[in-house]
């Protein structure tokens, strides 16, 4: 049995989240102990219960400790099958991070994963499902990664609402060497339950800083009625993007001017990668026993992910920071 301690580096859900992953991918029971323990409110969520549900359903796993407030938790998997299933985090509980949590056992599946998710997509503390379908997928594709994610309506805290429908095949990941891509920038400005110009200005405010800062972007506009109200703006290229969410009060220009700083800050540092795609990369890079990318600062979720990671699967990693970027690969 590995054990796990939930209060190590950030401490927070991630460390759960991969975790129950790669203890699916190795086959190896796991017990997590202080989850969440350092945090304000400490132990397991509602949403925390649903991602550890759902990897338990596709790998036929049993769970002890599985409560609201738990602090403990004992992963036991078995084999990891093909499913079809509808899952219902509630309310705006994070689809994106539920996706987080599977995606590493899913690609050593016997079968293909179907799943229809509902609660919220665009919500904070969480990358957004365009972030994850333009940015994560778009990257893991060059290791041999097959998903495809299709958003079928939005969902923003607190109502959620959100459905997405996602296919995951089996595949047999590969290293890869991330390098800077081109720089044009992507993007979608959306808006619910709110009049069309909130999204037209969020838009409107982060075309105008790019252009200023030299780059060429295109960005459409999304301005719906799904069962929650929100908005909020997604920008990518390549294997860097940003995520800025409308807040009650906060200008829409505001919003758009966020994401457009954080994402140009991140194109023009040189990185390969920006630093959420950096952790989000680690169990992958593990899985596939090679790989290596540049990014931008060594966050604590990237050094917990990798302790994380090297405690289920035989792989070290190398980190070094020069010039203002930071590296890592596999030994």
């Not at 991918?25 to 549900?53: F, Y």
């Not at 405690?311 to 596999?330: M, N, P, R, T, Y």
Request: hydrophobic share 40%.
């Amino acid at each position: 049995m590995i054990k796990i301690d939930g209060s190590y580096g950030e401490g927070g859900g991630q460390i759960l989240r991969t975790s129950v992953s790669l203890s699916a991918v190795a086959g190896e029971e796991v017990t997590i102990k202080n989850i969440r323990k350092n945090r304000p409110h400490p132990g397991l969520k509602p949403q925390h219960m649903r991602s550890i549900e759902t990897a338990a359903l596709i790998c036929e796993a049993e769970v002890e400790g599985l409560y609201p407030g738990s602090t403990e938790i004992r992963f036991s998997p078995l084999e990891i099958r093909g499913t079809d299933a509808t899952i219902d985090i509630g309310t705006a509980g994070s689809i994106p991070l539920l996706i987080q949590c599977i995606m590493p056992l899913a690609s050593v599946s016997s079968g293909s994963i179907k799943l229809s998710i509902m609660g919220g997509t665009d919500v904070a503390w969480s990358p957004s499902v365009d972030y994850l379908e333009n940015v994560t997928l778009g990257a893991l594709s060059h290791m041999g990664y097959r998903a495809k994610l299709e958003t079928i309506a939005r969902g923003y805290y607190p109502k959620g609402g959100g459905i997405v429908e996602l296919t995951i095949e089996p595949a047999s990941l590969t290293g890869y060497d991330f390098l800077r891509r081109d720089e044009h920038i992507y993007g979608i400005s959306h808006a619910s339950n709110l009049p069309e110009h909130v999204a037209k200005r969020q838009a409107g405010s982060a075309e105008e800083i790019l252009r200023e800062k030299g780059f060429d972007c295109k960005i459409l506009v999304d301005s719906s009625k799904y069962l929650s109200t929100g908005s909020g703006i997604n920008l990518w290229s390549g294997f860097i993007g940003s995520v800025a969410l409308g807040e009650r009060g906060l200008p829409a220009e505001k919003v758009g001017s966020r994401a457009a700083e954080e994402i140009a800050a991140s194109l023009l540092s040189g990185a390969a990668v920006d630093s959420h795609l950096a952790d989000q990369l680690i169990p992958f890079m593990g899985i596939a026993g090679s790989g290596s990318f540049t990014t931008t600062e060594l966050t604590g979720h990237l050094r917990t992910n990798i302790w994380v990671t090297e405690q289920f699967l035989d792989v070290k990693f190398d980190l070094k920071e020069a010039d203002g970027l930071a590296s890592v690969c596999i030994r």
